[in-house]
Protein backbone atom coordinates (compact mmCIF):
# COMPACT_ATOMS: atom_id res chain seq x y z
CA UNK A 1 0.00 0.00 0.00
CA UNK A 2 1.54 3.28 -1.36
CA UNK A 3 1.76 5.48 2.14
CA UNK A 4 2.99 8.55 3.72
CA UNK A 5 2.98 9.16 7.59
CA UNK A 6 3.89 12.17 9.61
CA UNK A 7 5.10 12.88 12.77
CA UNK A 8 6.73 15.05 14.83
CA UNK A 9 4.07 17.58 15.40
CA UNK A 10 4.38 19.62 18.99
CA UNK A 11 3.42 22.55 20.78
CA UNK A 12 6.32 24.81 20.16
CA UNK A 13 6.93 28.09 21.40
CA UNK A 14 7.21 31.20 19.35
CA UNK A 15 11.29 31.71 18.10
CA UNK A 16 11.27 27.49 18.48
CA UNK A 17 12.70 25.01 16.51
CA UNK A 18 10.76 21.82 15.10
CA UNK A 19 11.34 18.77 12.76
CA UNK A 20 8.70 17.20 11.25
CA UNK A 21 9.10 13.59 9.35
CA UNK A 22 7.40 12.32 6.77
CA UNK A 23 7.91 8.59 6.15
CA UNK A 24 7.16 7.11 3.15
CA UNK A 25 6.78 3.16 2.38
CA UNK A 26 4.91 1.44 -0.87
CA UNK A 27 6.68 2.75 -3.61
CA UNK A 28 10.21 4.12 -4.70
CA UNK A 29 10.40 7.28 -3.15
CA UNK A 30 13.87 8.24 -4.34
CA UNK A 31 12.22 8.60 -7.84
CA UNK A 32 9.70 11.55 -6.70
CA UNK A 33 9.77 15.18 -5.63
CA UNK A 34 7.94 15.55 -2.53
CA UNK A 35 6.52 18.62 -1.08
CA UNK A 36 5.29 19.86 2.10
CA UNK A 37 1.73 21.70 2.06
CA UNK A 38 0.32 23.10 5.42
CA UNK A 39 -3.25 24.16 6.85
CA UNK A 40 -4.16 26.59 9.15
CA UNK A 41 -6.69 25.92 11.86
CA UNK A 42 -10.18 26.67 9.39
CA UNK A 43 -8.21 27.84 6.57
CA UNK A 44 -7.32 26.77 3.47
CA UNK A 45 -4.26 24.82 2.24
CA UNK A 46 -0.73 26.22 1.77
CA UNK A 47 2.06 24.96 -0.60
CA UNK A 48 5.20 24.91 1.19
CA UNK A 49 8.29 23.62 0.02
CA UNK A 50 9.19 21.00 -2.59
CA UNK A 51 12.77 18.86 -3.08
CA UNK A 52 13.73 17.03 -5.78
CA UNK A 53 14.48 13.05 -6.09
CA UNK A 54 18.19 14.09 -4.92
CA UNK A 55 17.78 16.95 -2.93
CA UNK A 56 19.46 19.08 -5.51
CA UNK A 57 16.37 21.30 -6.01
CA UNK A 58 14.69 22.86 -3.13
CA UNK A 59 11.72 25.73 -3.58
CA UNK A 60 9.87 27.45 -0.61
CA UNK A 61 6.56 29.78 0.11
CA UNK A 62 8.17 33.23 0.84
CA UNK A 63 6.53 32.95 4.00
CA UNK A 64 8.74 30.33 5.05
CA UNK A 65 12.26 31.49 3.02
CA UNK A 66 15.07 31.71 5.29
CA UNK A 67 13.19 30.01 8.37
CA UNK A 68 12.08 25.94 7.16
CA UNK A 69 14.59 23.56 5.35
CA UNK A 70 13.19 20.77 3.02
CA UNK A 71 15.66 17.42 3.11
CA UNK A 72 14.89 14.09 2.42
CA UNK A 73 16.81 10.82 3.19
CA UNK A 74 16.55 8.29 0.26
CA UNK A 75 17.91 5.40 2.20
CA UNK A 76 15.28 5.97 4.68
CA UNK A 77 12.91 6.68 2.60
CA UNK A 78 12.23 9.42 4.45
CA UNK A 79 11.19 13.13 3.93
CA UNK A 80 12.05 16.34 6.66
CA UNK A 81 11.05 19.32 7.26
CA UNK A 82 13.35 21.44 9.66
CA UNK A 83 11.41 24.83 10.87
CA UNK A 84 12.91 27.43 13.01
CA UNK A 85 11.89 30.88 14.31
CA UNK A 86 8.92 29.45 14.58
CA UNK A 87 5.78 31.74 14.12
CA UNK A 88 1.94 31.53 15.68
CA UNK A 89 1.22 31.86 12.15
CA UNK A 90 3.03 28.59 11.19
CA UNK A 91 0.11 26.87 13.41
CA UNK A 92 -1.01 24.33 11.40
CA UNK A 93 -1.65 20.44 9.94
CA UNK A 94 1.41 19.86 8.00
CA UNK A 95 0.79 17.54 5.28
CA UNK A 96 3.67 15.77 3.15
CA UNK A 97 2.60 14.44 -0.34
CA UNK A 98 4.03 12.95 -3.53
CA UNK A 99 4.21 14.94 -6.52
CA UNK A 100 4.14 12.98 -9.72
CA UNK A 101 3.13 13.55 -13.35
CA UNK A 102 1.30 12.88 -16.18
CA UNK A 103 3.55 12.80 -19.80
CA UNK A 104 1.03 11.26 -22.10
CA UNK A 105 -0.44 14.02 -23.81
CA UNK A 106 3.58 15.15 -24.30
CA UNK A 107 3.23 17.75 -22.16
CA UNK A 108 4.42 17.30 -18.53
CA UNK A 109 1.33 17.76 -16.12
CA UNK A 110 2.03 17.64 -12.30
CA UNK A 111 -0.15 16.69 -9.45
CA UNK A 112 0.04 15.52 -5.48
CA UNK A 113 -1.53 11.99 -5.76
CA UNK A 114 -0.66 10.76 -2.74
CA UNK A 115 -0.93 12.62 1.02
CA UNK A 116 -0.33 11.72 4.61
CA UNK A 117 -2.59 11.97 7.03
CA UNK A 118 -0.84 15.15 9.06
CA UNK A 119 0.81 16.35 11.89
CA UNK A 120 -0.51 19.44 13.97
CA UNK A 121 2.04 22.31 14.72
CA UNK A 122 0.92 24.44 17.57
CA UNK A 123 3.13 28.00 18.15
CA UNK A 124 1.90 29.18 21.29
CA UNK A 125 3.54 30.63 24.09
CA UNK B 1 3.22 34.62 -8.32
CA UNK B 2 -0.40 33.37 -9.26
CA UNK B 3 -3.35 33.54 -7.27
CA UNK B 4 -6.41 31.38 -7.76
CA UNK B 5 -9.74 32.43 -6.93
CA UNK B 6 -12.65 29.63 -6.52
CA UNK B 7 -16.24 31.19 -6.58
CA UNK B 8 -18.38 30.58 -4.72
CA UNK B 9 -16.95 30.21 -1.10
CA UNK B 10 -19.80 28.34 0.08
CA UNK B 11 -22.55 26.42 -2.15
CA UNK B 12 -25.18 24.53 -0.80
CA UNK B 13 -26.76 22.16 -2.86
CA UNK B 14 -29.16 18.73 -2.64
CA UNK B 15 -28.49 15.16 -3.48
CA UNK B 16 -28.82 14.67 -7.23
CA UNK B 17 -28.14 17.91 -8.13
CA UNK B 18 -26.01 19.64 -10.87
CA UNK B 19 -22.98 21.69 -9.16
CA UNK B 20 -20.12 23.76 -10.93
CA UNK B 21 -17.74 25.54 -9.11
CA UNK B 22 -15.31 27.74 -10.38
CA UNK B 23 -11.21 29.15 -10.35
CA UNK B 24 -9.82 31.65 -12.06
CA UNK B 25 -6.33 32.37 -12.11
CA UNK B 26 -4.42 36.08 -12.08
CA UNK B 27 -2.48 35.18 -15.11
CA UNK B 28 -2.80 32.16 -17.83
CA UNK B 29 -1.77 28.96 -16.51
CA UNK B 30 -2.33 26.65 -19.73
CA UNK B 31 -3.93 23.49 -18.49
CA UNK B 32 -1.84 23.68 -15.24
CA UNK B 33 -4.50 23.14 -12.57
CA UNK B 34 -6.09 20.37 -9.99
CA UNK B 35 -8.58 19.86 -8.01
CA UNK B 36 -8.82 18.03 -4.92
CA UNK B 37 -11.33 17.40 -2.17
CA UNK B 38 -11.15 17.34 0.82
CA UNK B 39 -13.05 16.13 4.23
CA UNK B 40 -13.02 17.44 7.67
CA UNK B 41 -10.14 16.21 9.57
CA UNK B 42 -9.25 14.34 6.60
CA UNK B 43 -6.06 14.93 3.88
CA UNK B 44 -6.99 16.30 0.47
CA UNK B 45 -7.59 13.72 -2.35
CA UNK B 46 -6.68 14.30 -5.82
CA UNK B 47 -9.46 14.41 -7.96
CA UNK B 48 -8.39 15.94 -11.18
CA UNK B 49 -5.37 17.03 -12.79
CA UNK B 50 -4.23 18.76 -16.01
CA UNK B 51 -7.37 20.56 -15.83
CA UNK B 52 -9.52 17.62 -17.36
CA UNK B 53 -8.02 14.56 -16.88
CA UNK B 54 -9.84 12.57 -14.14
CA UNK B 55 -7.33 10.63 -11.01
CA UNK B 56 -7.77 6.68 -11.41
CA UNK B 57 -10.54 5.77 -9.20
CA UNK B 58 -12.60 9.09 -8.95
CA UNK B 59 -16.00 8.39 -10.33
CA UNK B 60 -16.85 10.07 -13.70
CA UNK B 61 -19.24 11.96 -12.20
CA UNK B 62 -16.65 14.60 -11.79
CA UNK B 63 -15.92 16.66 -14.71
CA UNK B 64 -12.77 19.40 -15.30
CA UNK B 65 -12.48 21.79 -17.71
CA UNK B 66 -11.02 25.33 -19.11
CA UNK B 67 -7.48 26.66 -19.81
CA UNK B 68 -5.88 29.88 -19.43
CA UNK B 69 -7.72 31.66 -16.60
CA UNK B 70 -10.55 30.31 -15.93
CA UNK B 71 -11.75 26.40 -15.10
CA UNK B 72 -15.00 24.64 -13.75
CA UNK B 73 -15.42 21.40 -11.86
CA UNK B 74 -18.35 20.03 -11.88
CA UNK B 75 -20.38 17.71 -9.86
CA UNK B 76 -23.30 15.90 -11.71
CA UNK B 77 -25.75 14.63 -9.70
CA UNK B 78 -24.33 14.97 -6.19
CA UNK B 79 -24.17 11.90 -4.18
CA UNK B 80 -24.49 12.32 0.21
CA UNK B 81 -20.33 11.55 0.07
CA UNK B 82 -19.54 14.80 -2.29
CA UNK B 83 -20.47 16.50 0.67
CA UNK B 84 -17.04 18.27 1.45
CA UNK B 85 -14.35 21.52 0.57
CA UNK B 86 -12.94 21.71 -2.98
CA UNK B 87 -9.87 23.33 -3.99
CA UNK B 88 -7.91 24.07 -7.24
CA UNK B 89 -4.12 24.22 -7.16
CA UNK B 90 -1.76 25.65 -10.17
CA UNK B 91 1.44 23.71 -10.28
CA UNK B 92 2.17 26.13 -13.66
CA UNK B 93 5.40 27.58 -11.50
CA UNK B 94 6.87 28.28 -8.18
CA UNK B 95 5.50 28.70 -5.40
CA UNK B 96 2.17 26.77 -6.46
CA UNK B 97 -0.76 27.95 -4.84
CA UNK B 98 -4.74 26.56 -3.96
CA UNK B 99 -7.51 28.59 -4.09
CA UNK B 100 -9.22 29.37 -1.09
CA UNK B 101 -11.70 26.31 -1.34
CA UNK B 102 -15.37 25.59 -1.80
CA UNK B 103 -17.32 24.20 1.00
CA UNK B 104 -20.33 22.08 -0.33
CA UNK B 105 -23.02 21.90 2.24
CA UNK B 106 -25.90 20.09 2.09
CA UNK B 107 -29.32 21.98 1.74
Known amino acids: EVQLVESGGVLVQPGGSLRLSCAAS????????MSWVRQAPGKGLEWVAN????????WYVDSVKGRFTISRDNAKNSLYLQMNSLRAEDTAVYYC??????????????????WGKGTTVTVSS | DIQLTQSPSFLSASVGDRVTITCRAS??????LAWYQQKPGKAPKLLIY???TLQSGVPSRFRGSGSGTEFTLTISSLQPEDFATYYC?????????FGQGTKLEIK
Open chain 2, 27 to 32: QGIRSY
Open chain 2, 50 to 52: AAS
Open chain 1, 97 to 114: ARRDYDFSSGILYYYMDV
Open chain 2, 89 to 97: QHLKSYPYS
Open chain 1, 26 to 33: GFTFSTFW
Open chain 1, 51 to 58: IKQDGSEK
